[in-house]
């Protein structure tokens, strides 16, 4: 969406957060031994003399399989993960602001990523991620909803 954004002459900026997700799939949690997300995007734009928050994290069929609404936006108010789903059930919590950047702090991510996973897990990730290509092969239509007790 950033990248988007400028292509399309609207300055903008990434930002970073960790966030909770209430209703992550078992295997992602799994994935990443963890319901945290460390240095989970957003982006800001400029619009109308202001910096307006966007999280173009999910489309309306994840929205519509974790039962909340995908997000509106308006240009005028800051667009970020629910905290609720339709069911009022805690969906996103955003736990830890990491500010923006004008590009991707990779080291950085990746230091805070081996802190929060485990330096051997985040190894894991880059090494099977360079091994594919970049491909990622996860299918979340077909992961199991985990709804916490």
Not at 9 to 21: K, L, Q, S, W, Y
Not at 64 to 85: M, T
Request: proline letters at 5%.
């Amino acid at each position: 969406m950033c990248a988007l954004a400028r292509a399309s002459g609207i300055p903008a900026r990434i930002g970073f957060a960790t966030v909770r997700n209430h209703l992550a799939s078992r295997q992602l949690i799994e994935f990443l031994g963890s319901d945290r997300f460390v240095y989970h995007g957003y982006t800001e734009l400029l619009l109308e003399g202001r910096w307006v928050k966007a999280t173009p994290a999910f489309n309306a069929e994840l929205c519509l399989r974790y039962g909340a609404a995908p997000l509106d936006f308006d240009g005028r108010r800051d667009a970020l993960l629910q905290p609720y789903n339709s069911e009022l059930s805690p969906f996103m919590e955003y736990l830890e602001d990491h500010g923006t950047d004008t590009d991707i702090p990779v080291d950085r991510i990746v230091a805070a990523w081996e802190h929060a996973y485990g330096r051997r897990r985040v190894q894991g990730w880059i090494s099977d991620m360079e091994r594919s290509g970049g491909s990622v092969n996860r299918d979340l239509m077909k992961e199991e909803v985990y709804r916490p007790k």
